[in-house]
């Protein structure tokens, strides 16, 4: 079996007052289809924003639609494959306050941003199928704080929450763990040669069992190294991901993988 998906997009910026607030018009068309189904629709995905500048204060507020479509193992499973799936929709809003400080010879920008999302014909397995359901809407926020305290580490903390809005919603949260926070420290050593590490805590979340029955995930942590070297022209980086091969679940039944170990090099042609 196969899928094919494409996406044009283009955006305009206004800018209404040189410096100090511009205005986003975005749009964006989609289109997907499998082989095993005729349905072939384009999708429209209209994007507005618009953004405020006060001195060190940021203000901007945003409003979207996108479709996400179905995977592979959603469509195509030999078990619980449904290849007449139809892409989730979702109205998102969103808005955000962002200020930099600076503290004795603290240098750091703090940054806040509240969201609300309707997410339709959202994608979940019932017994034996997968299959779109009715409705969901969730509602949360995130907390960033950035700070470079010494002029050789920059230190980056996130912390995000995440609710179910049950007045809008006829189906529970899954697999999203309510609380989640990312801890990470970055060390230039040189303008050729940094490193950094990082940790992130995912709180309980929700998972599908089975005969429309739900398990409880446990939380757990995960630690990754980066570091990335200057060559020339060319920049090579090594990434591993779940430094200490914890073992953990995402969705139930569903182990994620153990550690990744991944090297790059990316090269500039023009």
């Not at 503290?103 to 999302?117: E, H, K, P, Q, R």
């Not at 995440?162 to 609380?179: A, F, Q």
């Not at 990082?198 to 942590?221: A, E």
């Not at 569903?254 to 550690?259: E, S």
Request: neutral net charge; glycine residues 6%; proline residues 4%.
């Amino acid at each position: 079996n196969n899928q094919s998906m494409f996406k044009l997009y283009n955006t305009l910026l206004l800018s209404l007052v040189e410096g100090k607030s511009t205005f986003n018009l975005g749009n964006a068309f989609s289109g997907f289809s499998n082989s095993q189904s005729d349905l072939n629709r384009l999708y429209w995905e209209p994007q507005l924003g618009f953004n405020l500048n006060r001195g060190t204060e940021n203000y901007s507020i945003a409003y979207g639609l996108s479709y996400q479509f179905p995977t592979m193992r959603e469509l195509f499973s030999s078990t619980s494959g449904n290849p007449h799936l139809k892409p989730e929709s979702a109205h998102k809003f969103e808005t955000a306050y962002r200020k930099t400080f600076t503290l004795m010879s603290i240098n750091g920008v703090a940054n806040t941003t509240l969201f609300y999302n309707r997410i339709n014909d959202m994608i979940r397995r019932g017994r034996s199928l997968y299959y779109n359901q009715a409705k969901l809407g969730i509602y949360g926020g995130e907390i960033n704080l950035f700070c470079q305290i010494l002029p050789l580490i920059e230190h980056d903390y996130d912390f995000s929450l995440i609710r179910l809005d049950r007045t809008h919603s006829s189906i529970p949260l899954l697999e999203y763990p309510e609380h989640k926070i990312k801890l990470s420290h970055k060390f230039i050593i040189n303008e050729l040669f940094n490193f950094n590490l990082s940790s992130q805590w995912f709180d309980r979340s929700l998972t599908y069992y089975t005969d429309d029955d739900y398990f409880s995930l446990p939380s757990y942590w995960t630690h990754s190294f980066g570091s990335s070297y200057l060559f020339g022209k060319t920049t090579f980086t090594l990434t591993i991901t779940n430094l200490l091969n914890s073992y953990y679940e995402p969705q139930y039944g569903y182990p994620a993988p153990g550690r990744e170990i991944t090297l790059s090099a990316d090269l500039p042609l023009f």
